[in-house]
């Protein structure tokens, strides 16, 4: 099949969150079944800047209609591998900046122009690069009105540009909403400016677009699928999601397990695996090092996310006196909202030999935090997936998740079967927390037990190849 992903981000070269890691492992497992992928991206400073880049090669010239103007890009096309191009839409004016989505605390301006400016571009890019897609599978929000403005030009022209679209939904909470006259950028139909459009209370929503639109909706996993139907999950897209739930399908993410491979991770300074873990034990002895914690027999929590309400840490806040009376380590790396920095900042303070946080993005040190840590912690209010329950699971972290979203699909709690278990999943309450945390500590002091847990869970294959021959299964299916 000829297949062709959009996304508004890429690893290794653009990333803010999981969507990137998902893009990448997901395009190179189905090149290697292959398939011939195309992956379109805005091309970002990031891009711009790459070693990659300079072996690029102009492709096509767009000319992009935004309201009554008509703007200028480039295409780029980049060999990712056998059977895989990126092709980056250059417009210095709206990708060439420091971030992708905003300057720290604040969205750019003209978010609206911007992606609905990339929304066209791809769909321009398929016409003139004249891909004749089997699919289009569009991600999250950035790329949302792609799959409606795709048949659009398939209408005016008469050619065929894709036989389906695919629209995947990472996370619903970010829905890319703008003001109702944005709605003049995209050039559409006033028609679609409803309800039963791209309108949201009065608002304009491009996620609306991939959901109403695409042929198919995706998310990251089973239970999540089934979350964002109901009012307590859908961010206020749960009537239209009902609409089409018949079309919706929750497959959960994969990790790649080249990169995420304790036996031969260049980040730590020892390798192990399930039939030999004393490598860890050198992890978890530069890992206090590196983040000035002494050395302790007690347990060691990490912890790697976005500093947001989402990632539970009004949860974690509250129950972070649990660390400092046991005597436990618990280190953090992430960034986010300034109001859990701070309060991240004074617990490291006041509390120096027990706690800390790096308020950084460490790709590198995001692994040693997975090798050197005892147990992961997970208190998310919601998760569509999560990665790094996955990723603690194979570098033998036992993860402690709240029971949610894709943390319910891949972690088995050794509450519900003590046989299988790899991890301990709470509900995602100050009493779950506690309890889940109370819980750790007997399960570290039962070596045995806690030794099972991480085989258990060290023995889970989270593989792309898997999960990937569930798309490709999807996608021969739907045409
Ligand atoms: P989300 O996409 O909601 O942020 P996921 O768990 O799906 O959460 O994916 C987050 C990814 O970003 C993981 O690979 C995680 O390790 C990584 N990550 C998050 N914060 C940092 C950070 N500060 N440094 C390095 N990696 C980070």
Same mark, same amino acid.
């Given at each position: 099949m000829k297949i062709v992903h959009a996304a508004s981000e890429l690893f290794p070269f653009v990333k803010t969150g999981g969507l990137a890691d998902v893009c990448a492992a997901l395009s190179k497992s189905l090149a290697g079944f292959g398939h011939e992928v195309s992956f379109i991206l805005p091309a970002y400073r990031q891009i711009l800047e790459s070693e990659a880049f300079k072996k690029a090669k102009l492709k096509v010239v767009l000319q992009i209609e935004l309201d009554q103007d008509f703007l200028r890009g480039e295409v780029y096309a980049l060999s990712l591998g056998k059977r895989q191009t990126l092709y980056v839409v250059r417009r210095d004016e709206f990708f060439? &900046?420091?971030y992708p989505y905003g300057n720290p605390g604040r969205d750019y301006d003209d978010n609206d122009r911007r992606y609905i400016y990339f929304c066209k571009a791809i769909v321009e890019t398929m016409h003139l690069l004249d891909i004749k897609a089997d699919i289009l599978h569009c991600h999250d929000w !950035?790329?949302?009105?792609a799959p409606l403005m795709l048949r659009m030009e398939e209408q005016e022209s008469?050619?065929?540009? +894709?036989l389906k679209t695919f629209f995947s939904i990472?996370?619903? #909470? $970010? !829905?890319?909403l703008f003001p109702? &006259?944005? =709605?003049? =950028?995209?050039?559409? %139909? *006033? *028609? $679609?400016?409803a309800v039963d459009g791209i309108e949201f209370y009065e608002q304009m929503s491009m996620i609306k677009g991939g959901i109403f639109f695409a042929d198919k909706i995706m998310t990251v996993s089973p239970n999540y699928a089934k979350e964002i139907l109901t009012p307590d999950f859908g961010c206020g897209l749960e009537g239209a999601l009902q609409v089409r739930e018949d079309d919706l399908i929750g497959v959960a993410n994969g990790i790649d397990t080249e990169v995420w491979d304790p036996s031969s991770d260049? #980040?730590?300074p020892a390798f192990y695996s399930k039939g030999n873990l004393a490598g860890k034990k050198a992890c978890r002895s530069l890992l206090l090092d590196e983040v000035h914690l002494p050395q302790t027999e007690k347990p060691v929590y990490g912890m790697i996310c976005r500093l947001t309400e989402q990632k539970g840490l009004d949860l974690l806040l509250r129950q972070m006196n649990f660390f400092v009376k046991n005597d436990c380590r618990l280190i953090i790396l992430g960034m986010g909202d300034q109001s859990y920095e701070r309060a991240l900042k004074r617990w490291v303070k006041a509390h120096p030999n027990h706690i800390s946080v790096s308020l950084r993005l460490d790709e590198n040190m995001s692994h040693l935090v997975e090798a050197g840590s005892d147990f992961y912690l997970m208190p998310s209010? $919601? *998760? %569509?997936?999560?990665l790094n329950q996955m990723y603690s699971q194979r570098y033998g972290a036992v993860p402690i998740v709240s029971a949610v979203g894709g943390l319910k699909d891949t972690v088995v709690s050794i509450l519900d079967d %003590? *046989?299988?278990? +790899?991890g301990i999943s709470f509900e995602p309450t100050d009493e779950g927390l506690k309890g889940a945390l109370n819980q750790s500590l007997k399960l570290f002091d039962d070596k045995e037990a806690y030794a099972k847990a991480q085989k258990n869970g060290m023995e889970r294959d989270f593989s792309w190849k898997k999960v990937a021959r569930q798309y490709e299964e999807l996608y021969s299916d739907s045409i």
């Open positions: 060439d &900046r420091t !950035q790329t949302g009105l008469g050619i065929s540009l +894709a990472h996370n619903l #909470a $970010f !829905q890319g109702s &006259r944005s =709605f003049r =950028f995209t050039n559409l %139909p *006033e *028609e $679609f400016n260049d #980040a730590l209010i $919601f *998760e %569509p997936c999560g %003590p *046989e299988k278990g +790899a």
